[in-house]
């Protein structure tokens, strides 16, 4: 039986998994694809130590780290369902079964969709969720970014340095992208902010050709069209242990990354904190792990 279990492998279960290896706690970490949403950023320059880094690179190194600890047990292998017998639990992968003392949860969370017409038609036909994956494919192109956050900026930035012209199409009237990154996007003459707008639909042929909007612009020719329109968390697994979720489906944890039922633990962008960043994942997967250490000092918990 592990004495942890982490479920998922993004910079917030990489991290507590060190801290647990560290901890001499017994570990296993789950990830059918390990290191996560950071991976899909071209730039993080507010990851201290890092003055510049792909997210990708951040991701590995993170991993590495990790990896470097010979008592962690890496399972690139999906969690679909967990049971609880007494303070035990029994995850289940597609490819075995496993016991553990406690489980921290760092699932993160998945693209939200626009859901209008033509988004399901025309994905991976000009319709994308990341612009480091798919951004080269649109090389003297004509793109759109559908969204307002300092993601959906720093996409259009890197969109302008293949596309011949970037559309951010926000639904309010101003973007909410962090100072710097605004002063960039506002500097690019590639980048045209179409503010107070929606995308209705999505049109094309085989592929995308363009896009409807409820302004005065009524339509806009677009090869590609980006949706960074936030995000949904993962957390059915948790919901299922009776684990509590507040109104946007986010796992409810304390400032030590406690859940309410006893054993379970949650940390990053599955949990309900409002700044989801990677240092703040990452800090809140070492609490959790902390918080386990002390649990298990002076419990004996008998397998399932
Ligand atoms: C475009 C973009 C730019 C960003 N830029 C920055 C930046 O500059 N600086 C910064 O700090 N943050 C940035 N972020 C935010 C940052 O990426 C996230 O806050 C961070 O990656 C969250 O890490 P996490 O480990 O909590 O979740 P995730 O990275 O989402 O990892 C969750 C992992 O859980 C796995 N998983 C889910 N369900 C299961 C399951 N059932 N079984 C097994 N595994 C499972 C997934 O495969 C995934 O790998 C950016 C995000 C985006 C989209």
Known sequence: MYDVAIIGGGVTGLSASIYSARFNLKTI???????????????????????????????????????????????????????????????????????????????????RKLNVPGEKEFTNKG???????????????????????????????????????????YRKEKIRAEPINLKRVEENDKIEIINNTNVTEILGRDFVEKVRLDSNLRELKLDGLFIEVGFVVKAELAEKLGVELNEKGEIIINGMSETNVKGIYAAGDCTNFEFKQAITGVAQGVNAVYSIYNYLKDYKIEPC
Do not use: W
């Open 29 to 111: 970490i789950f990830d059918p694809d390990f290191g996560g949403l950071i991976k899909t950023t071209h730039l993080v320059e507010n990851y201290p130590g890092f003055t510049n880094v792909t997210g990708m690179e951040l991701a590995k190194s993170i991993e590495d780290h990790a990896r470097s600890y010979k008592n962690i047990e890496f399972k690139k292998e999906k969690v679909i369902d967990i049971e609880k017998n007494g303070d035990c639990f029994l995850i289940k992968t597609e490819d075995g079964e496993y016991q553990a003392k406690t489980i921290v949860f760092s699932t993160g969370a998945e693209h």
């Open 127 to 169: 319709v994308s969720y990341c612009a480091t994956c798919d951004g080269p494919l649109f090389k003297d192109k004509f793109v759109g970014v559908v969204g307002g956050s300092d993601s959906a900026a720093k996409e259009a930035l890197l969109l302008s340095q293949y596309a011949k012209k970037v559309y951010i199409i």
